[in-house]
């Protein structure tokens, strides 16, 4: 039995404290958050747990096995350390850290200390992505030539983070989960218009073997898209995460390059076949998750989203910010 | 009565052929095309028309006022030069040349001669990018924000250019027209796979007055898209080229900024109201446009889609395929 | 203060419960159910509320003012006619009883007792249907010509009722609510093939003035739709309640007949203009609804989802059922 | 070579000519029609055909073998009749006739002169429908359930025909070819308001083996919908013949029922699995059809379109209009 703290109950708290709660093997004893209205709803909602505002007694406690940092980004380095520093796994909200360097620590200690690090990438536990995971490491669109995602919608404008650091890391946890090619270099545009945080950005990721990743993030669309396009030499696939119904598309359509040796002179084929929409699974991605922590924890396993994982998204997140400050530098990974 | 020349009878050239030929005061007089096979069709469809494989006999031929040129870009400014120095008011297709320095070259000399360039930027006669001038004309937007298209499909992947030159025209041209600040510095990446022409592209513009444009260009994308968002500070337009009932759709929806003093506790307000779709006009573009023509050689007119227009466009073209090759340069205008 | 029970914790009682709990001037004191699971759910939800598997108790008590039935409709009568016996408002389940003659026992028993019916016709709540109802009553439509609505997906296959009893209610409702012209008459078709119940229907109502009401419900569709059309004479209005953005949307479009004097040469023109999406209240319709039962109560006055209302949507039902029944039977109302 | 005549060059006659043009093995040699203006635009796009406002001479013609009937349905029985008097094979615009007595008339006409009839289904001949076909004709989707197909558009209002004899047809020729249960009575609704022709119908169609069958036509729907579905027991199937790309989608979804004997605890189990989209051929149907026509003639085969299946799709046109004008009145085939 493993037993957890939770610290932050604002907006994702609930969840991570509800789904934690729900898993066999974990018990959620105690939940912090320095706003007693905070803990007033937690306190309705899980009536059997400890609360406090004080997150050093939680952390302290011989009691506590893990503890989830669930708090804004600028405080996980503070929380993670001195929950690592007292002997507990940790798993902590994306973006992992404020700084690559503050991951580096984190990955450091918790390595020393012989500690779990998960870095709360949701979005890999979802059917969609488990589906698109499938079907990428099974081959099925051929090797990629591009991945290409739009995430715009209106607000939540962010106080203290612009555009690329409140909607980009999904993507970029995503994008580090399926694509096998390595990041090499990026390009990021955008710009401001009501604040001094970017409301629009749109980076360009460089990948070995000519694949190009590309995100459109936007705070201030009139309508809610999320929807990625995966273009495979043999196949393409379109997910659309909006759609109740049909969230995964895989065409068969293509291209096919004849004559390759006379670029005057060469003939281009397009292929389309059938359309093809899996089955994807429903089941809550954060419930997924928080099992896959506590089997990380109990069978000694590395979980794929570990700080290493948490790293390299904050690493492109630095080099994406840089790269749009200097109006498109190209910055180097 | 404006006797006109039509050079090229490709994909496009029918098409150019067919409305000149139905507005009052044109007579299409003659055809040339270097390939037998499109004079047989065009032979077909209009009996009455001369066709010839020399196109110098037209453009030599005193009873030719104008000139349409439809042709490959690279060979625009060969057909229109010796057109304008024959004294014939030329109709040329988009991009209006390879180069900025033709496009100079050509507009100076037409000066000096007192003929007209048009250059065939059909998407500003459309009923949809009308009613989008229109609205934004009225202020109904507010000052703009941001304005992002995205331009992609299977094929056609061009022998001769990349995907900026093939696609990135129609976004540019409607850009130049309906935004008022002024384009000052690009950057554009993409990436070839299959060619060595890019077979995808993505451009940001730097406008004056903190305006942002995009265009996402690709030609090998499972579904076609042609969406493009304008967001303003009062309201935002969704403008979908591929609905048959409702291209545009105008959102009563922004943000408001309050206590914009002090950054760290600004009050973001996010308005939305209606949404409105102004019934399109569903005229033949081309028709218009070849009226329009018509209308500036009679009544000595600068057509807004001019020489000048049309270099605009190429300028930008030039930039973003520098920035292209070198992987987001910022290419200043 | 009113005081609350309610019978029935299955399905949809939690939601009953919850914003009866939420509304000023209501406490919900009891809850029955004769489940002992569904009373352990209510007790996690809502320690404070006393629970209890015999109603009777619950009707009986004097500290009781208004009861809720949400149970199937097979019980309907029994439970809301000895809540009224006990001198108790009551707030009922759609459909609001297995037959006329048990809506109408109800009707005659509150009215002698001078106490309170409304017929839980949720729809009528919602943002989209008040928002028809206020552009019907302004007549921004004209003269409504028809109604057609299409409610269909996969399952639930009910075991006591056909699909007409389960999903018509709702249009049923809607319609009562919206359409002045008095029904006079059903045609109801359909089948069954698994079950002794058909899973589709088929509901034409004629109206007087020439209008026309159509339902199709299905248990059988791959799909889920939600989709209501309703012509008027002067525009038209398309409901998708699936849609999360824009669920109404207004068409400026219609016909106009001259020459009507001639059938043999009479003129047909079409009007196109622009299209209309009406922002729409977001507020949870079961809050508004509980909020005015309440105000109902306290002020004395009646409901338009009365008893009445009630019966009105049951004596459809029946006849359609019959017609039904009988393949396609007029049934005259 | 056949030689052959096409009476009626309005709508849909010049696709006729066009198509039976382009087919080899067939010469069109002559067009009639009574208005000249017609007939100048069939010199325009035919030069080398031949015209007469005078029907007879060209079915008196020793030259052609072959007449095709596309004018208004009150007068094809006349202009089919004499053709086949004449000796001439007819394909004749749907609907067949104007009565099923006519329509008998004709198959014996042809019978006894060993002529061969076709009725323009186009839709049989488009890629969407024989895709269907193929998969029914496979099993793919289990035993049919039921066929729902919506028709619905504004406009255009006929001058001399109601709805159901406008649009119908097209669905009846469909489900006359897809579903093998025998059509067993029909039940149809609907009415007028502008005119004294019905602009609404809603028609459904009991078949043998629990098979149901429903059309909804209208001509005052202010948007355009095109959808069908067919629930099999297997597998369920969406065609929206107004989707570009994806014209057919197959649902792996079904429902499975247990403990059938008992009616009061039967478990119902829903199946949900993938999707797929079958690429459908893109051929224009016309095309298709002309060169099934001169197959037909040319090695003596009966077509599946034959006089016998526009026959079978009158006599439903013909009890539905029964049923209508009776407010649904059960109609035996």
């Known amino acids: 039995m493993i037993n957890m703290g939770i610290i932050g109950y604002g907006y994702w708290g609930p969840n991570v404290v509800r789904n934690f709660a729900a898993v066999d093997g974990v018990r959620v004893i105690s939940v912090s958050d320095r706003h007693p209205n905070a803990l007033k709803r937690a306190q309705k909602a899980h009536p059997d747990i400890e609360l406090t505002t004080d997150y050093r007694e939680m952390i302290a406690s011989a009691n506590i096995h893990a503890v989830a940092v669930v708090t804004p980004v600028s405080t996980h380095f503070q929380f993670a350390k001195e929950a690592l520093q007292n002997g507990k796994h940790i798993f902590v909200e994306k973006p992992f850290t404020s700084t690559a360097a503050q991951a580096e620590e984190l990955i450091e200690l918790a390595d020393r200390k012989n500690l779990k690090i998960m870095v709360d990438h949701t979005f890999l536990f979802t059917g969609a992505v488990r589906k698109i995971k499938e079907l990428v490491d099974k081959d099925e669109l051929g090797n990629l030539c591009y991945y290409d995602s739009t995430r715009v919608n209106l607000g939540l404008f962010q106080h203290d983070v612009n555009v690329i650091w409140d909607?980009?890391?999904?993507?970029?946890?995503?994008?580090?989960?399926?694509?096998?090619?390595?990041?090499?270099?990026?390009?990021?545009?955008?710009?401001?218009?009501?604040?001094?945080?970017?409301?629009?950005?749109?980076?360009?990721?460089?990948?070995?073997?000519?694949?190009?990743?590309?995100?459109?993030?936007?705070?201030?669309?009139?309508?809610?898209?999320?929807?990625?396009?995966?273009?495979?030499?043999?196949?393409?696939?379109?997910?659309?995460?909006?759609?109740?119904?049909?969230?995964?598309?895989?065409?068969?359509?293509?291209?096919?390059?004849?004559?390759?040796?006379?670029?005057?002179?060469?003939?281009?084929?397009?292929?389309?076949?059938?359309?093809?929409?899996?089955?994807?699974?429903?089941?809550?991605?954060l419930k997924i998750e928080a099992e896959y922590f506590v089997d990380c924890i109990e069978n000694d396993k590395t979980p794929f989203n570990d700080g290493k994982a948490g790293l390299r998204v904050v690493q492109v997140l630095e080099s994406a910010n840089k790269s749009l400050k200097n109006r498109g530098e190209l910055v180097y990974l």
Chains 1, 2, 3, 4 share one sequence.
Request: zero cysteines; charged letters at 25%; glycine letters at 6%.
């Open 167 to 285: 909607l980009a890391p999904h993507d970029l946890s995503i994008m580090d989960h399926l694509i096998k090619a390595k990041p090499q270099a990026i390009v990021a545009t955008g710009g401001n218009h009501f604040t001094q945080h970017e409301y629009v950005a749109y980076i360009t990721i460089y990948y070995a073997d000519n694949v190009i990743g590309h995100l459109n993030v936007n705070w201030m669309s009139p309508v809610k898209v999320r929807t990625t396009l995966l273009g495979g030499e043999k196949k393409m696939l379109l997910w659309n995460d909006l759609d109740p119904d049909v969230k995964i598309k895989v065409y068969d359509k293509g291209i096919e390059i004849k004559n390759k040796e006379n670029v005057y002179d060469l003939l281009v084929s397009y292929r389309s076949g059938d359309m093809w929409a899996p089955r994807i699974d429903q089941g809550e991605a």
